[in-house]
């Protein structure tokens, strides 16, 4: 069984900064791509960044030059770390994580439960 944690949200004022962390647990045999989606009250979720398993980084414009992802092999996790965050940035933030398992030919999709992000101005 593969489990995501993730932790890091909280309240923030304007121009703070969070990191958010999700560790992937379980018989993995490896990671492809990680990243990070938000979704705010009454809109539809949307990528914020990801990373492949070779570290090559994509970002959505709105954060680009604000947040940063990063992957830590080792450990399985992924982290984003947010900076100069704004009141639009306020939304629920999950990770999603494409794996594989051992003597199984298949790449599966997982998210993470979520973690609020609330920014104040």
């Known amino acids: 069984q593969v489990q995501l944690v993730e932790s890091g949200g909280g309240l923030v004022q304007a121009g703070g900064s969070l990191r958010l962390s999700c560790a992937a647990s379980g018989n993995i045999r490896s990671i492809n791509a990680m990243g990070w989606y938000r979704q705010a009250p009454g809109k539809q979720r949307e990528l914020v960044a990801t990373i492949t398993s070779g570290g090559s980084t994509n970002y959505a414009d709105s954060v680009k030059g604000r947040f940063t992802i990063s992957r830590d092999n080792a450990k399985n996790t992924v982290y984003l770390q947010m900076n100069s965050l704004k009141p639009e940035d306020t939304a629920v933030y999950s990770c999603?994580?494409?794996?594989?398992?051992?003597?199984?030919?298949?790449?599966?999709?997982?998210w993470g439960q979520g973690t609020q992000v609330t920014v104040s101005s």
């Open positions: 999603k994580v494409d794996f594989r398992l051992y003597l199984i030919d298949y790449t599966y999709a997982y």
